[in-house]
């Protein structure tokens, strides 16, 4: 896997101070039903389609930025995090990259086939809203687990 795609070391860091706040608060949204941090603002949307009433297309519309500031922050932070360069990035970092990666996408497909079958009604777009975080999550938790037992085995032998 190539790594021209990667961002400098420098930004994991900065990425997980964006990441585990964005989590945190998500939770929390999650369990407030999006109510907590309320903050409504006009912004530009491409489609609105607000409950009862006709769809818009391009229009300014005032609407609760809480879930779209959070669920940004947890997006960029979580790029940041898992498509950047270890310190000492070598051939073996790589291919565990590329194999988590692909292992991400297995999962996050298999689980989304499963909801498809067994999840039904509202539930399912609560199960769509997580779809869209769970790739970057099964991938950052893999790499990182997978460095971890690597550096482990390596301290071991020593």
Same mark, same amino acid.
């Not at 860091?13 to 101070?17: E, K």
């Given at each position: 896997m190539s790594n021209e795609f990667l961002l400098p070391n420098k930004y994991k860091? !900065?990425?997980?101070?964006l990441l585990i706040p964005a989590a945190i608060l998500g939770l929390i949204l999650t369990f407030t039903s999006m109510e907590t941090f309320r903050v409504n603002s006009k912004v530009f949307a491409i489609i609105n389609e607000p409950l009862m009433e006709p769809t818009e297309f391009f229009k300014v519309v005032n609407s609760n930025i809480t879930p779209t500031i959070v669920g940004a922050l947890f997006i960029v932070g979580a790029m940041m995090v898992g498509f950047s360069k270890e310190k000492?990035?070598?051939?073996? !970092?790589?291919?565990?990259? @590329?194999?988590?990666? @692909?292992?991400?996408?297995?999962?996050?497909? !298999? /689980? @989304? +086939? /499963?909801? +498809?079958?067994f999840v039904h009604g509202f539930s399912f777009l609560n199960v769509?809203?997580?779809?869209?975080?769970?790739? @970057?999550?099964?991938?950052?938790?893999?790499?990182?687990? !997978?460095l971890y037992k690597n550096s482990k085995s390596v301290s071991d032998e020593k």
């Open positions: 860091l !900065i990425g997980w101070c000492s990035e070598d051939e073996f !970092i790589a291919k565990v990259r @590329l194999s988590s990666l @692909l292992w991400a996408v297995w999962i996050n497909y !298999i /689980l @989304l +086939f /499963l909801s +498809f079958v769509m809203m997580y779809n869209m975080f769970t790739v @970057l999550i099964i991938f950052i938790v893999r790499f990182n687990y !997978i």
